[in-house]
């Protein structure tokens, strides 16, 4: 179909529906960062997106049969490559083996927190995480090289009318959204900090966080957000998160410790493990936060020029 | 006690069910996106409060019972203001409702000799 | 009772998808999303339930709130002048 609004609409509730099936096959984490990633944000990300580039597709020239016989040609290698491995949750697969007894067995004594998920993330897979949080502060990086405006910032007066224009127009949802932003800031804390005892953790928290800002931003106007969240601060915390994460590494390294080894932040292995696991998850929610407020800021303020330029 | 417990929760998760589904035929069956709409919303709402309080009959447990609560009270701040947003973006957007206008007059014109 | 109200649930789900694709305005298809976000909320409460895992009402509270926060983000940016741009270019 050529219409990228419908495009987008389905790509949302295909984001819902593995959310679901996620729920059905009892995985709590995965359905909830699935459910806030893949039907919330990417949705709303896509829709600025296409602000941009406009609504539909533009027409094929050529018929991309060639294409079409690579990608038939390279699924069937790959399906028949998976023939040989043993079926889906089987208990003799070398997965359920060596690796996920141990997790499951040691997770309690040697971490200490009751969310299995979040120690293998946070504390035996630790390099992983960061590795993508550096992803994501990589992905803020390159909208800002390529996008960003510098604009001479508007008046005080001149927002103030702005504001009040758009006040009819939006006054019922307005005073909505007034009692509701606070309330879903506090849950994304909540899902922060909470992420030790239940499903949760640091992506899904920065993901809601970043949600709650662009419903502001949508129903307030871009230049009253601006002034509520500065640019450059935005782009400070961004960094400042990944450099928690490094920082936790880096001190394990200065005490004659692997990278990111827990045991060297105190002298009790469990506290330290705790201690760790909170510092990361904190880095992780900071960054995701800021970078997709950084993703939005940049493709919703770069349609505001083009209009402003044009009027 | 517990059977009466029992016996409400099951019937208030009767009632939100009925109400779903009749929520369901009417989004197809109805003539005009603000019919369809009257549909939605109202038994969106209802349907919702009904079953979440059959939930939290079913096990009156402190923390699942305050989780259900908040869903409940925000399903009830939300789920209207969506509604309002549609529909005043639909009036904004110009999309006119159905109107039996043809039809009434017709009448008035073979009553009246 | 509580799998007779899952399999009533599902079937509005189905009901509400089918009115997103025959919709001929633009309008009906978000109300169909809109009505498919809120009876997801309801299912994925219910599967807690069924399940005997209360952890996955977090997961119906992020959903609702992200529910509502695309429905709004989709009645904005249809409304901006892109989107009015592009359709009055097809007529």
Request: glycine share 8%; charged share 15%.
């Amino acid at each position: 179909m050529k219409d990228l609004f419908a495009v987008i609409m389905l790509s949302g509730i295909y984001g819902l529906l593995s959310a679901s099936f996620f729920v059905a096959m009892d995985a709590v984490d995965v359905a909830f960062t699935e459910a806030s990633v893949g039907a919330g944000i990417s949705t709303l990300l896509m829709l600025v997106a296409i602000t941009i580039t406009g609504r539909s597709e533009h027409p094929v020239r050529h018929k991309p049969v060639l294409a079409l016989v690579v990608v038939i040609v390279t699924g069937s290698l790959l399906i028949y490559g998976t023939l040989d491995m043993p079926y889906f949750g089987s208990a003799t697969a070398p997965v359920h083996q060596h690796v996920a007894p141990q997790y499951i067995n040691d997770s309690m004594q040697q971490v200490g927190v009751p969310n299995i998920v979040t120690s293998v993330l946070a504390s035996y897979r630790g390099f992983d995480t960061f590795g993508e949080v550096v992803v994501i502060f990589t992905a803020g990086m390159g909208v800002l090289a390529l996008l960003s405006v510098v604009r001479r910032p508007k008046g005080i007066a001149e927002i103030d009318s702005l504001n009040k224009s758009m006040h009819e127009e939006y006054l019922v949802l307005r005073i909505v959204a007034k009692m509701l932003i606070p309330f879903i800031l506090l849950f994304a804390l909540y899902v922060q900090f909470h992420g030790d005892f239940g499903p949760g953790g640091g992506f899904q928290a920065g993901v809601i966080f970043a949600a709650a800002i662009i419903l502001y931003t949508m129903l307030f106007g871009m230049s009253t957000a601006r002034r509520v969240i500065n640019q450059s601060l935005i782009q400070l915390v961004a960094a400042i998160g990944v450099l928690v994460y490094g920082s936790v590494g880096v001190v394990a390294l200065l005490e004659d410790k692997n990278f990111l080894d827990y045991s060297a932040l105190s002298t009790d292995p469990i506290a330290g493990q705790h201690l760790g696991i909170l510092l990361i998850e904190l880095g992780v929610g900071i960054t995701v936060a800021s970078v997709m407020i950084i993703i939005f800021f940049n493709f919703a303020g770069r349609e505001n020029s083009e209009e402003n330029k044009e009027s | 006690m517990g059977s009466l417990m029992d016996i409400s929760s099951a019937v208030f998760l009767l009632i939100g069910s009925f109400l779903c589904v009749s929520g369901g035929v009417g989004i197809l069956r109805f003539p005009d996106f603000y019919t369809r709409m009257h549909a939605a919303g109202v038994t969106d709402t209802l349907a919702t409060a009904m079953i979440l309080i059959g939930l939290m009959l079913q096990n009156p447990d402190g923390l699942v019972v305050l989780k259900l609560i908040i869903i409940l009270l925000m399903t009830l701040f939300i789920s209207p203001t969506a509604s309002h947003a549609l529909a005043s973006a639909a009036v904004h957007n110009d999309l006119k409702p159905v109107l039996d206008n043809k039809e009434s007059n017709e009448k008035v014109k073979t009553s009246n000799p | 009772m509580l799998i007779a109200a899952t399999i009533a649930i599902l079937v509005v789900m189905i009901m509400s998808i089918v009115r997103a694709v025959m919709g001929p305005t633009f309008y009906d298809r978000i109300l169909a999303v809109n009505m498919f976000g809120t009876k997801t909320v309801l299912l994925i409460s219910l599967l807690g339930f069924v399940m005997g895992r209360p952890e996955f009402l977090d997961i119906a509270i992020v959903y609702a709130l992200i529910n509502f926060i695309s429905v709004i983000g989709v009645l904005h940016y249809s409304d901006s002048s892109v989107f009015k741009r592009s359709s009055q270019q097809k007529k």
